[in-house]
């Protein structure tokens, strides 16, 4: 069989499922080995290998979701704190929606829609939405709004009724809207994210603020601590421990946007050393959201600059 072929975009699919990368992976490993092992059982003239591969993909994250946790971000698991607050004992991994490469996930396509709505879909706000969703609609939403399929296909692999997809569709759309509305990108993003992170390197902190929509936050995982508005990201900014000047940032292809890898010096030879992955949310203009992951966690799923 050709289930190889399937690989990044089964990858896809359980990463938005599942909110780490690490995670999906192994998920799709399961899959092609349960494919290889019940290849007799597969009857091409019933159906598509891929759709046979989504289906037992869609089991295999359904057990994995069964005793898992619900990964989300800082600014889901509490109250924002403010610029002086320690940064207090860090979460374990499973507490967290993870950043993952775009080359993992994200097959390439012929259709610039087509890719522009897979793109969306894998932005982290979004993936950490769908984990609000029960394991099920999170997966009728997928097939249905991300990856298009028709309302038979789904029920056809989830062993249910067209009519109890179309419910868990609704109750799905509406979580999401109710819940958790994720803005369009910022057409102008990259232009407004590389003045940012070239304002970074500087160290130009009243450059960076400026950039910033008001009522922006900042996290950094693994620690819940997160803050919200300018003001008090500028306090941040301006009482940190110095350890952020002389970076250098480099941009990445992560969750469907562009990302930036920041290294920091390691000493007077010139070298430099991973310390974080910054992922970014824009809307009219302005930075409304920054997660930093600490190089432990943005290591965790792989992203490296290009």
């Known amino acids: 069989m050709q289930a190889e072929e399937f690989r990044i975009e089964l990858t896809g699919y359980a990463y938005r499922m599942l909110g780490s990368g690490s995670e999906a992976e192994d998920a799709v490993q399961e899959t092609l080995l349960r494919a290889w092992r019940q290849a007799e059982k597969f009857d091409a003239g019933r159906g598509s290998l891929r759709n046979w591969l989504y289906r037992i993909a869609t089991n295999v994250c359904l057990d994995m979701l069964r005793s898992a946790q619900r990964r989300a971000r800082a600014v889901d698991l509490g109250p924002a704190v403010q610029a002086s607050a320690p940064l207090g004992a860090p979460l374990s991994a499973g507490a967290w929606v993870w950043p993952i490469a775009d080359a993992r996930v994200l097959p390439d396509r012929d259709d610039p829609a087509e890719q522009a709505v897979r793109r969306e879909s894998m932005r982290l706000a979004f993936v950490a939405a769908l984990q609000r969703l029960s394991p099920r609609q999170r997966a009728v939403l997928i097939l249905r709004d991300v990856l298009g399929w028709h309302a038979d296909e789904v029920a056809g692999l989830l062993d249910t009724s067209v009519a109890s997809v179309t419910s868990a569709l609704q109750r799905a759309r509406a979580t999401l809207r109710r819940s958790a509305p994720v803005a369009p990108l910022d057409p102008d993003a990259a ?62 292809a992560a969750n469907g946007t562009i990302a930036y890898r920041q290294e920091r010096p390691t000493g007077p030879g010139g070298a430099y050393e991973p310390f974080a992955l910054l992922l970014f ?8 959201e920054i997660t930093t992951f600490l190089e432990h966690a943005a290591r965790h799923d792989g992203v490296r600059a290009e």
């Open 281 to 288: 949310e824009t809307g009219g203009g302005r930075i409304t």
């Open 191 to 252: 232009a407004l994210l590389e003045r940012y992170c070239r304002a970074f390197e500087r160290y130009d902190v009243s450059a960076m603020v400026a950039l910033l929509h008001e009522d922006a936050t900042m996290s950094m995982p693994p620690f819940a601590w997160w803050l919200s508005g300018r003001d008090e990201i500028a306090r941040a900014l301006r009482h940190g421990d110095g350890s952020c000047r002389d970076a250098r940032m480099t941009p990445v």
